[in-house]
T-cell receptor, first 117, second 116 residues
Framework: GAGVSQSPSNKVTEKGKDVELRCDPI?????LYWYRQSLGQGLEFLIY????????KSGLPSDRFSAERTGGSVSTLTIQRTQQEDSAVYLC???????????????FGPGTRLTVL | AQKITQTQPGMFVQEKEAVTLDCTYD???????LFWYKQPSSGEMIFLIY??????QNATEGRYSLNFQKARKSANLVISASQLGDSAMYFC?????????????FGTGTSLTVIP
C-alpha cells in the first residue's frame, strides 16, 4: 500500500511568514509523529498523536509551532512567524500503534525541506 | 544521560565485508524496543530491524542482524556482505514502555561509507 506522504517537498519562505506542512500517514496507523532534522544532525522530536488521545506536545520548541490531526488521519504542522533557525527538514512518521512492541515501528515520509530566508 | 549513544560518527568498510555499528542505550524500563534506521543521501528514513527487550534471540533481517546484549545495554547493528548501496547514515532508536512516555529516542547517527 501507499507509504507516508508529505507535502510540499520543498518550501522556501520569508522570515516572519507562516507555513503549513502536511502529512498523510499510512492508512490504519493510529500513531503519528513529527520530527525536525537540521543539516547533518539527528532527529528532534516535536509532537506525537495517538488515536483520539490528547497529543504529546512536549517537543515543540516554542509556541510558534502547533500541529493538529484531523479525523485521526491527516496532520498539519504549522509554524507561525518563521525564523531562520526554523530551516530544517521536517519529517513525519506513522506507526500501527503506540502501545509497544514491533507495532511501534515508525515508517517515515520523504520530509519537507523548509528554508526560511 | 543520553538515552541512545552512537559513538562512531563515521565508518568505512570494504565492499563485501561485514561491519558493526555500535549503539548503547540507557533505560530503567524493563519493556522497550530498539530500532535501526538507514537514511541515504536522498533523506528518507528506512526501517531496518527491530529488537524487543523480551526477545530471546537476536533479530535478523536479511543481511542485517542485531547483536543484542541486554546486560551491557548494547544493540549493535551488523551488516554482512556490505554493498555500495549500504553507504548512508544509520540511526539507532529506542522506544520505552508506554507508561514511560511517547517518545522515540534517536542517536546522533553513524555515517557508513562502503569502499569498492
Amino acid at each position: 500500500g501507499a507509504g507516508v506522504s508529505q507535502s510540499p517537498s520543498n518550501k522556501v519562505t520569508e522570515k516572519g511568514k507562516d507555513v503549513e506542512l502536511r502529512c498523510d500517514p499510512i492508512s490504519g496507523h493510529t500513531a503519528l509523529y513529527w520530527y525536525r532534522q537540521s543539516l547533518g544532525q539527528g532527529l528532534e522530536f516535536l509532537i506525537y498523536f495517538q488515536g483520539n488521545s490528547a497529543p504529546d506536545k512536549s517537543g515543540l520548541p516554542s509556541d510558534r509551532f502547533s500541529a493538529e490531526r484531523t479525523g485521526g488521519s491527516v496532520s498539519t504542522l504549522t509554524i507561525q512567524r518563521t525564523q531562520q533557525e526554523d530551516s530544517a527538514v521536517y519529517l513525519c512518521a506513522s506507526s500501527l500503534t503506540g502501545w509497544g512492541g514491533r507495532a511501534d515501528t515508525q515508517y517515515f515520509g520523504p520530509g519537507t525541506r523548509l528554508t526560511v530566508l | 544521560a543520553q538515552k541512545i549513544t552512537q559513538t562512531q560518527p563515521g565508518m568505512f568498510v570494504q565492499e563485501k565485508e561485514a561491519v558493526t555499528l555500535d549503539c548503547t542505550y540507557d533505560t530503567s524500563d524493563p519493556s522497550y524496543g530498539l530500532f535501526w534506521y538507514k537514511q541515504p543521501s536522498s533523506g528518507e528514513m528506512i526501517f531496518l530491524i527491530y529488537q524487543g527487550s523480551y526477545d530471546q534471540q537476536n533479530a535478523t533481517e536479511g543481511r542485517y542482524s542485531l547483536n543484542f546484549q541486554k546486560a551491557r545495554k548494547s544493540a549493535n547493528l551488523v551488516i554482512s556482505a556490505s554493498q555500495l548501496g549500504d553507504s548512508a547514515m544509520y540511526f539507532c532508536a529506542m522506544r520505552e514502555g508506554r507508561n514511560t512516555g511517547n517518545q522515540f529516542y534517536f542517536g546522533t547517527g553513524t555515517s557508513l561509507t562502503v569502499i569498492p
